[in-house]
């Protein structure tokens, strides 16, 4: 992955109002405003004079610093970017400003501008809150590590210097400096910041612990595994940056109207001006008037706030629930699935074995089943493999017994006790078999279950099945997905007896089997030409290629940057629920842009026809238009709230 700071990139591309909100406005303009609001108050209260037009022109300037300077200045420089004609918003209030003093009606001018800077004002704020939301992760970047020196002794070092192979001390309620693994100690350890999960984690000898998480109550000493710019919390920075200039359609498309639009209001403008006296037999003054009022209410302010707040929003409220998404783009498109791919192991199970049944024939007895287990856990204790480790998890011993075991190809585990042979093995090793295991070994393949037996001198008297179970959270997001018309399908590389087995348990509409990865990326574009919009969910790793085909990638990270190089998404858990969070942000955020696109045209065009009617002035247009961009903003502002599920 190519590390950059993406703070030092042209955020143009991602400006929500055309305006280059990414100017660095500094105090200058705000003591300015504040200058120019004063010098507005003083001259609504001294009466008529060419000292009271003088203090509203210092109020414009004052006031609209900024406004002017971006109005002509990004104006000139677009056009010459872009080599045509390239007008922002900014420059229509200017222009309608001047055009009001021309005609000597400074106040409404004046008014005008502290009107349009404070909304501005709020504007930056409103955006700045989303991305703040979202940036809070920066400010936890650690500076400082203690590290173990040769004597034994520690010292303060920037986390810039540290190499891979440094040992370090992490004392109780410091930041994690880097990522490492645990050497010494017992700790648990707040990792919120990297994966949404409130609850610490457990860790001792041997875990891994990220860079910028909290550790708790206990001291541990580490060994640094990643250079700073490799570890996870500096990718997810970078996934931050990448969020915040990457847009959505909508917003792309307002950004790309917007100086097309801002253009024909100006050469509407002189046309309104100057046919109005012939079609609506008003004065010079009036439609000069009208055509000021026009320039003002017909920019479309509040319709360019429409969507990149908004879609801050929501990225900030998922990125603290643990859901990253690269940008805005991704978490649109999220909201137009039409069907979901799920990966099986890890993603829609829990990844490992689970024993789930275990059966005795009949003529053995309780006592000896009892004895049976314990033989059983002590010969498994020998053994190194997950199914062993599944049924320990599973089992307590009544007795602790000591064997020796052998690992026999073909056959499987074999000790001898007391003269006698007891062997744990695949049904296949054993040819003594009776009806009852027989049958049972039958149901429990149909379920999808592996099945191991246990012999006692070569006759099997019992059996043990296990099998992945499914993730605990994983039907319910199924039956979510199903009710909003989403079709599911999981695509596994086990056979597909084992797949439909874990179907059935989940309610999924369609299961494909016995999968290579490579195989999985195909299987991806045949889901796109059948359902059209297509998200897959795997676990970052050997489903690199299908997360890339589809339309949206999402990657149960489970906190691994492997995850982050590969999707479009990610899950730093593996909690399926936040999949379905992620798509009811997506389908909210779709609903406030669209009601913002509307509530803001529908202002606009009202505004103009009362223009025309001559019942609107242009204070009173002012104060509606720029209300409409604060009722937009704040619109978008809801999607910072957590969401009920």
């Given at each position: 992955m190519t590390h950059s700071n993406h703070n030092d990139h042209d955020h143009h591309d991602h400006d929500h109002a055309g305006h280059d909100h990414e100017h660095n406005h500094g105090k200058m303009p705000i003591v300015l405003f504040f200058i120019g609001l004063a010098a507005f108050i003083v001259a609504l209260l001294i009466p008529d004079s060419i000292w009271k037009n003088i203090l509203f022109i210092v109020t414009m300037i004052g006031t609209g610093y900024h406004i002017i300077i971006e109005g002509f200045g990004d104006t000139i420089r677009n056009t010459r970017k872009n080599r045509k004609f390239s007008p922002n918003i900014h420059i229509l209030m200017t222009l309608a400003a001047i055009g009001a003093c021309f005609i000597g009606d400074f106040f409404e001018g004046a008014l005008l501008i502290v009107i349009f800077a404070a909304a501005h004002f709020l504007e930056d704020y409103a955006e700045g809150r989303s991305k703040r939301e979202i940036t809070n992760l920066m400010k936890m970047n650690p500076t400082e590590a203690r590290l173990l020196k040769e004597d034994g002794s520690y010292e303060s070092v920037e986390v810039s210097t540290l190499k891979i192979g440094d040992r370090l001390q992490v004392l109780n309620g410091d930041q994690i400096p880097t990522d490492g693994v645990i050497l010494t100690g017992y700790t648990s350890i707040d990792e919120s910041a990297?994966?949404?999960?409130?609850?610490?984690?457990?860790?001792?000898?041997?875990?891994?612990?990220?860079?910028?998480?909290?550790?708790?109550?206990?001291?541990?000493?580490?060994?640094?595994?990643?250079?700073?710019?490799?570890?996870?919390?500096?990718?997810?920075?970078?996934?931050?940056?990448?969020?915040?200039?990457?847009?959505?359609?909508?917003?792309?498309?307002?950004?790309?109207?917007?100086?097309?639009?801002?253009?024909?209001?100006?050469?509407?403008?002189?046309?309104?001006?100057?046919?109005?006296?012939?079609?609506?037999?008003?004065?010079?003054?009036?439609?000069?008037?009208?055509?000021?009022?026009?320039?003002?209410?017909?920019?479309?302010?509040?319709?360019?706030?429409?969507?990149?707040?908004?879609?801050?929003?929501?990225?900030?409220?998922?990125?603290?629930?643990?859901?990253?998404?690269?940008?805005?783009?991704?978490?649109?498109?999220?909201?137009?699935?039409?069907?979901?791919?799920?990966?099986?192991?890890?993603?829609?199970?829990?990844?490992?074995?689970?024993?789930?049944?275990?059966?005795?024939?009949?003529?053995?007895?309780?006592?000896?089943?009892?004895?049976?287990?314990?033989?059983?856990?002590?010969?498994?204790?020998?053994?190194?493999?997950?199914?062993?480790?599944?049924?320990?998890?599973?089992f307590t011993p009544t007795e602790i017994i000591e064997v020796d075991v052998e690992n026999i190809i073909g056959r499987g585990l074999v000790t001898i006790i007391d003269g006698v042979e007891y062997q744990i093995g695949k049904p296949e090793s054993f040819t003594n078999v009776g009806a009852s295991i027989a049958e049972h070994n039958e149901t429990y393949a149909h379920e999808g279950k592996t099945v191991v037996y246990f012999s006692r001198d070569n006759h099997v008297v019992g059996m043990i099945a296990m099998m992945d179970v499914p993730n605990e959270n994983a039907k319910g997001v199924i039956k979510y997905l199903q009710s909003r018309g989403i079709h599911t399908v999981m695509i596994t590389g086990d056979s597909e007896v084992t797949g439909q087995a874990v179907g059935r348990q989940l309610g999924i509409n369609q299961v494909i089997g016995n999968v290579l990865p490579e195989n999985k990326a195909s299987i991806i574009q045949d889901l796109q030409s059948k359902y059209g919009v297509v998200a897959m969910l795997g676990d970052g790793v050997n489903d690199a290629p299908a997360l890339v085909t589809a339309d949206i990638g999402i990657a149960m990270g489970d906190g691994t940057d492997i995850a982050i190089d590969v999707a479009d998404a990610v899950l730093m858990q593996n909690d399926l629920t936040k999949f379905s969070y992620a798509h009811k942000v997506s389908h909210k955020l779709n609903n406030i842009v669209w009601q913002n696109i509307i509530f803001s045209m529908v202002v606009v065009v009202m505004l103009v026809i009362m223009n025309f009617m001559g019942n609107m002035d242009l204070p009173l247009g002012v104060l509606v238009h720029e209300g409409s961009t604060i009722v937009v903003l704040f619109n978008g502002l809801r999607l910072l709230l957590p969401m009920k599920n």
């Open positions: 990297i994966n949404g999960e409130s609850i610490p984690r457990e860790k001792t000898i041997g875990d891994d612990v990220f860079g910028s998480t909290i550790n708790g109550t206990g001291s541990f000493t580490m060994e640094v595994t990643k250079d700073t710019q490799d570890t996870l919390f500096a990718k997810i920075l970078e996934l931050v940056n990448q969020s915040q200039s990457n847009l959505s359609k909508t917003a792309s498309k307002i950004k790309q109207l917007e100086p097309k639009y801002v253009t024909a209001v100006l050469i509407l403008v002189p046309i309104v001006i100057v046919a109005s006296p012939f079609l609506f037999g008003w004065t010079w003054y009036e439609s000069f008037y009208r055509g000021m009022v026009f320039l003002t209410v017909a920019s479309p302010c509040a319709l360019a706030a429409s969507a990149v707040p908004a879609t801050l929003s929501a990225i900030s409220n998922l990125a603290k629930h643990g859901v990253l998404f690269k940008g805005g783009s991704y978490l649109s498109n999220l909201n137009d699935i039409k069907a979901v791919a799920f990966d099986k192991t890890g993603t829609l199970t829990q990844g490992k074995p689970t024993v789930t049944d275990f059966f005795f024939e009949e003529s053995v007895s309780i006592n000896d089943s009892e004895r049976y287990l314990d033989i059983i856990v002590a010969m498994e204790k020998t053994a190194n493999h997950p199914l062993a480790a599944a049924i320990l998890n599973k």
